[in-house]
């Protein structure tokens, strides 16, 4: 069992140990794409939600929910993020929004489950301000788009745009 970082020699869960890692900058894109019919994507493109400002609580949403990760997935360290960006791509052919976040820090760990963890809630604030409207809305291709810092060094997804 000695593979998995997160189990002990005796099978027991465990958060790795990065006390002896060094300290670098390390960085993280995550994406996530929100489907939904034509009138949702005019309303939130319009502004005209009843509930609000659809990307901009989203936005908020996904940068608070990058700093609390730790709280949601159990082996996550609790890190200092020195950034945190959420970014929204709409495409009006498909009707979708596509969702980046971004995060950044200079720390002993990855920071890629903060970003995906970002990119989910952005995208279910979306879905939970607009389901008055659309409850068919698909939330998709939530994937690690790139990463960087650390022993492993450097990841690119190919297979995206």
Known sequence: MSEFTH??????????????KGLT???????????????TFGKIGNQAVKKG?????ARIAGIMAAKRTSELIPMCHPLN?????????????THSIR??????IVGQTGVE?????????????IYDMC????????ISDICLLEKS?????KFKRSDTA
């Open 7 to 20: 189990i002990d020699g005796e099978g027991r869960v465990r958060m790795v140990d990065v006390s002896d």
């Open 25 to 39: 900058t390390r960085m993280a894109i995550a994406q996530g794409v929100v489907f939904m019919n034509p009138e």
């Open 53 to 57: 400002n659809v990307l901009e609580t």
């Open 81 to 93: 993020i020195t950034h945190a960006q959420i970014d929204f791509f709409p495409d009006i052919q």
């Open 99 to 104: 969702i980046e976040a971004s995060v950044r």
């Open 113 to 125: 489950m903060e970003a995906l963890t970002a990119v989910s809630v952005a995208a279910l604030t």
């Open 131 to 138: 389901k008055s409207y659309d409850r068919g809305m698909t």
């Open 149 to 153: 810092g650390g022993k492993s060094g």
